[in-house]
């Protein structure tokens, strides 16, 4: 069973940026990809982007030109490079693993507030 532990959220202004951090307790390399997703308040939960492990990217289209996605197979760990926020960027951001079988489990997540 694998952990996850998002990281990184926070109070931000519009336009301004974030870097969130997903570390998992196994090597990223065991998965097929990591994914990023979100879920605003009141909100289902949606999927942001996706890192696989040749390292193919891609993203949701709202989230396209600003955010980035990034991986350190070294450190275990996934980044989520946030950039022009607005405030509709607000939710708590979730990361998630997939191989085959299905997703692994949900962590807390970690909460990001764009607001001024």
């Known amino acids: 069973q694998v952990q996850l532990v998002e990281s990184g959220g926070g109070l931000v202004q519009p336009g301004g940026s974030l870097r969130l951090s997903c570390t998992t307790s196994i090597s990223i390399l065991n998965f097929d990809a990591v994914s990023w997703y979100r879920q605003a308040p009141g909100k289902q939960r949606d999927f942001i982007a996706t890192?696989?492990?040749?390292?193919?990217?891609r993203y949701t289209d709202s989230v396209k030109g600003r955010f980035t996605i990034l991986r350190d197979n070294a450190r275990n760990t996934v980044y989520l490079q946030m950039n022009s926020l607005e405030p509709e960027d607000t939710a708590v951001y979730f990361c998630n693993t997939l191989k085959r079988g299905g997703l692994g489990p949900w962590g807390k997540g970690t909460l990001v507030t764009v607001s001024s």
């Open positions: 890192t696989t492990d040749t390292n193919f990217t």
